[in-house]
T-cell receptor, first 120, second 110 residues
Framework: DTGVSQDPRHKITKRGQNVTFRCDPI?????LYWYRQTLGQGPEFLTY????????KSRLLSDRFSAERPKGSFSTLEIQRTEQGDSAMYLC??????????????????FGPGTRLTVT | GQNIDQPTEMTATEGAIVQINCTYQ??????LFWYQQHAGEAPTFLSY????GLEEKGRFSSFLSRSKGYSYLLLKELQMKDSASYLC???????????FGTGTRLQVFP
């Protein structure tokens, strides 16, 4: 399978615990995005990387959230001291950066299956 | 600021045609995407418009008017499996990040 993968698919944790999610993008994609989606809403942008550089963080990303992409390949999203409001689906997507040749498919964002987090 | 509006829910009958509208106001525009999302699954790409006009792709078509900040997704010959949420998303110029609407939940009845 050469698509975007995420691990774990489901995570149940108690309030106050730390959790870490992993995303493996499509191998030739240099951009990686994290989104959060709650029930009945569209995905909301959290942060993105171009290669290993984190270029933008949403104000939704509080100090308890941190993301890394140390070698420009896989990425991790950590949530410290989880709260019930953190319960959501966390989606990862990857793409080529704009300006690549090949039309829309060269910079379409491909989504992973998501990690569903439940904080009890 | 950025604002994307689409209807919350729609219903239609199998075999019919349905049009899902999306209006947007964004500070920088670099294309509009439509994604399909079944419950509990990730969004999957349906269509992309960056220039005005209609893009057709099998049973699905998408239209864009940049001057009006308006797009629609047209689904023909509806099938039960088309019951899903349809997400309209605008791509920002500098970052390529997607700004999504809340999604339109479509239910197809026999």
């Amino acid at each position: 399978d050469t698509g975007v993968s995420q691990d774990p698919r489901h995570k149940i944790t108690k309030r106050g615990q730390n959790v870490t999610f992993r995303c493996d993008p499509i191998s030739e994609h240099n951009r990686l995005y994290w989104y959060r989606q709650t029930l009945g809403q569209g995905p909301e942008f959290l942060t993105y990387f171009q290669n290993e550089a984190q270029l933008e963080k949403s104000r939704l990303l509080s100090d308890r959230f941190s993301a890394e992409r140390p070698k420009g390949s896989f990425s991790t999203l950590e949530i410290q001291r989880t709260e019930q409001g953190d319960s959501a689906m966390y989606l990862c997507a990857s793409s080529h950066s704009a300006g690549s040749s090949g039309g829309v498919n060269s910079y379409e964002q491909y989504f992973g299956p998501g990690t569903r987090l439940t904080v009890t | 600021g950025q604002n994307i509006d689409q209807p919350t829910e729609m219903t239609a009958t199998e075999g019919a045609i349905v049009q899902i509208n999306c209006t947007y106001q964004t500070s920088g525009f670099n294309g509009l995407f439509w994604y399909q999302q079944h419950a509990g699954e990730a969004p999957t790409f349906l269509s992309y418009n960056v220039l005005d006009g209609l893009e057709e792709k099998g049973r699905f078509s998408s239209f864009l008017s940049r001057s009006k900040g308006y797009s629609y997704l047209l689904l023909k010959e509806l099938q039960m499996k088309d019951s899903a949420s349809y997400l309209c998303a605008v791509r920002e110029v500098a970052t390529d990040k997607l700004i999504f609407g809340t999604g339109t939940r479509l239910q197809v009845f026999p």
